[in-house]
């Protein structure tokens, strides 16, 4: 059989803006987003920025974690924005819609909805039913080092995927709105259409050095961008069971860390699919498809999942200015 490595669980030894500042863009948007700014008002709470005693569902060595990843963000943010600038404003977007987990073990989600729908791999949640509901929320940080406390509402196994929604941020002003990514447009896909472009991928890779025969720490940025291609299927496999090794395959870099990273069309934007795995044998990597992506969200996600096409005039640039399925009610 072949063996899985799992990214955001390998053992070793996924910004709000202010609404009052930013009227002018919510004027150029639809009218939907002021729908979206009032639910979120109500659904989102806040925690004061940078308090000295630890964040909401955290201990003191977590928000230590947590702190320490912050600070090395905000030193790289402008590195990393303008690495993903040189890509174009869709790649841009991408980066802003990007989280990073802010514990130990890494991990990597992103935003599908301005209203703070994100998608990871189930098993950044973990691995069993007891585990993710165990953890159920979790701290993930934006590229710029914004915390946002997310909670898992679907967790799919068969699927690897897990549906989450932000419901807290750390700062002063609720959010009217996230920066996203969106799915394809159906009147542009078939399901082969995709398995072979070129493809970005953010993610945040894991701090241990892996293959060191000593203990050492690697030397990579929090959140990196690799370029690749997508490498087809594996063949025969159903696109729907990603529980032991992602079907989607894929070349660009990642290292264990970079679960539920996002894969992204270079030209678009629009997410492809997401990283969960790797074949060690034949150094591919793995992830869940765009199919599977689709049909989870269109089961799951509130009026379903965006298309690209729609206005995402707002969410550009809104984080830098300010075999089981379970689901949680």
Request: charged content about 20%; hydrophobic content about 35%.
């Amino acid at each position: 059989m072949t063996r899985t490595l799992r990214s955001a669980t390998h053992e070793a030894s996924s910004l709000p803006y202010d609404k009052d500042a930013s009227r002018s863009i919510v004027d150029q948007t639809h009218e939907v987003l002021s729908d979206a700014g009032q639910i979120l008002t109500s659904e989102i709470s806040l925690t004061a920025p940078g308090k000295a005693s630890p964040l909401p569902g955290l201990d003191s060595e977590e928000t230590r974690i947590l702190r320490r990843k912050q600070q090395r963000l905000r030193l790289s943010a402008q590195s990393i924005i303008r690495l993903a600038s040189k890509y174009g404003a869709n790649i841009t977007n991408s980066l802003n819609a990007t989280f990073i987990f802010a514990q130990h073990e890494a991990g990597t989600a992103v935003c599908i909805d301005l209203r703070g729908w994100v998608i990871t791999c189930a098993h950044c949640f973990g691995e069993s039913d007891e585990e993710w509901h165990a953890h159920r929320r979790k701290w993930l940080l934006t590229y710029s080092g914004i915390a946002v406390q997310v909670e898992c509402r679907v967790w799919d196994a068969r699927r690897d995927l897990a549906l989450g929604r932000i419901v807290c941020v750390e700062g002063v002003t609720v959010p009217g709105a996230f920066a996203f990514v969106s799915l394809p447009s159906l009147d542009s896909e078939n399901e082969n259409s995709y398995v072979h472009s070129p493809i970005l991928c953010i993610g945040q890779p894991g701090a241990d050095d892996l293959e060191s025969d000593k203990p050492r720490k690697t030397d990579y940025a929090l959140v990196e961008i690799s370029e690749g291609r997508l490498r087809g299927m594996i063949a025969g496999a159903d696109p729907q069971d990603n529980s032991e090794i992602g079907t989607l395959k894929h070349d660009a870099w990642t290292y264990w860390g970079h679960s539920g990273a996002p894969l992204l069309c270079r030209e678009t934007g629009a997410l492809l699919g997401l990283h969960s795995s790797w074949d060690e044998n034949t150094a591919m990597r793995h992830g869940v498809p765009l199919v599977a992506i689709r049909e989870f969200l269109t089961a799951n996600l509130p009026d379903g999942p965006s298309s690209t096409g729609q206005d995402r005039t707002l969410s550009t640039d809104v984080l830098v200015k300010a075999s089981q399925v379970i689901v949680i009610d």
